[in-house]
Nanobody
Framework: QVELVESGGGLVQAGGSLRLSCAAS????????LGWFRQAPGKEREFVAA????????YYADSVKGRFSISRDYAKNTVYLQMNSLKLEDTAVYYC???????????????WGQGTQVTVSS
């Protein structure tokens, strides 16, 4: 059983920065994918970013490229999402997600954390 616990959300002004953390536990992650989805009010959940736990390869949604950066810390079993130049439209609940080895599509992310709220104000 994989447990994913997010932290670091909050209220920030447009143009500001936040760093989200996701502490993962319950198994070794070998070739898993770890990442982030988000859901804004009245909208469907959408992919934000992902990282291959072993290779470190990263993937981003077009809407966050150049502003967000995903990374992982082996020793702490933690994934981070550094969010810079935040916009009003980044306001959402951000979920940490995990996909088992062999992942390659959004649907492969089957383990979800409880989410952390990010609110960007003008």
């Amino acid at each position: 059983q994989v447990e994913l616990v997010e932290s670091g959300g909050g209220l920030v002004q447009a143009g500001g920065s936040l760093r989200l953390s996701c502490a993962a536990s319950g198994r070794t992650f070998s070739s898993d994918g770890l990442g982030w989805f988000r859901q804004a009010p009245g909208k469907e959940r959408e992919f934000v970013a992902a990282i291959s736990w072993t290779s470190g390869s990263t993937y981003y949604a077009d809407s966050v490229k150049g502003r967000f950066s995903i990374s992982r810390d082996y020793a702490k079993n933690t994934v981070y999402l550094q969010m810079n130049s935040l916009k009003l439209e980044d306001t959402a609940v951000y979920y940490c997600v995990r996909a088992p080895p062999g992942w390659g599509t959004y649907a492969d992310f089957t383990s979800w954390g409880q989410g952390t709220q990010v609110t960007v104000s003008s």
